[in-house]
């Protein structure tokens, strides 16, 4: 992990669109577009040019978009691509939210560069932009058998996995600070930290 703070210009929430996809596990993404746009008061707003949902952070000096590709998952790229050639962001300086199945839900990691993992939305992504972009990689944890993963990351994970999830989420949220604007190997270190996992009962 480099300790130089990455000059973010535009930070990607993957997911599906549509209703039916809002609360899957594959769009835990877009959760995190969504509360990190709230935390800096942005609002997105539809870009046709951009194939998506775009808000603007202007914090001081700083000044990034956040992107929710309007593709479905396996046409990211085309969004990334698109908006990061409009405004002439460069690989590095672009941050990548999405579900990762090689971690236990609440489990939270930001990665520089590396494969696709298999992950859609990634491969998409690096086809179009190449691999050295930044990602966060937000646990769901994995069904157990690769013929089980598209029905596990298209539904919605249990109230136990679904909690520890938003707790993760909630983790990168409160760093935000630092990760876009301040000291980003301590809050990357914050982030990458695996607290205590939660009790899990009987829930389902």
């Not at 194939?51 to 992107?67: C, E, K, M, S, Y």
């Not at 962001?89 to 990665?111: F, M, R, S, W, Y």
């Not at 691999?131 to 944890?141: A, D, F, K, L, N």
Request: no cysteine; proline share 6%; hydrophobic share 40%.
């Amino acid at each position: 992990m480099a300790t130089a703070r990455p000059d973010f210009k535009l930070v990607v929430g993957l997911g599906n669109p549509g209703a039916e996809y809002e609360e899957t596990r594959h769009n835990v993404g877009f959760w995190l577009a969504d509360r990190l746009a709230g935390r800096y008061a942005a609002r997105f707003a539809k870009d046709v040019k951009a194939h998506g949902d775009v808000a603007r952070i202007q914090t001081g000096a700083f000044d990034a978009r956040i992107l929710k590709p309007g593709t479905f998952m396996n046409r990211s790229g085309q969004a990334v691509a698109a908006l990061s050639s409009y405004f002439k962001i460069a690989p590095e300086q672009i941050l990548v939210a999405h579900d990762e199945l090689d971690l236990p839900p609440g489990t939270v990691k930001i990665k520089h560069a590396g494969g696709h993992g298999g992950h859609n939305g990634l491969r998409d992504i690096s086809k179009a932009i190449g691999t050295q972009y930044w990602r966060v990689r937000i646990g769901i944890g994995h069904p157990g058998h690769r013929d089980r993963v598209s029905p596990w990351v298209l539904s919605r994970a249990g109230a136990a996995d679904e909690r520890a999830v938003n707790e993760a989420i909630e983790r990168v949220i409160e760093a935000a600070d630092g990760v876009l604007f301040g000291d980003f190997a301590r809050a990357t270190q914050r982030i990458n930290t695996l607290p205590a996992p939660p009790p899990r009962g009987n829930e389902t």
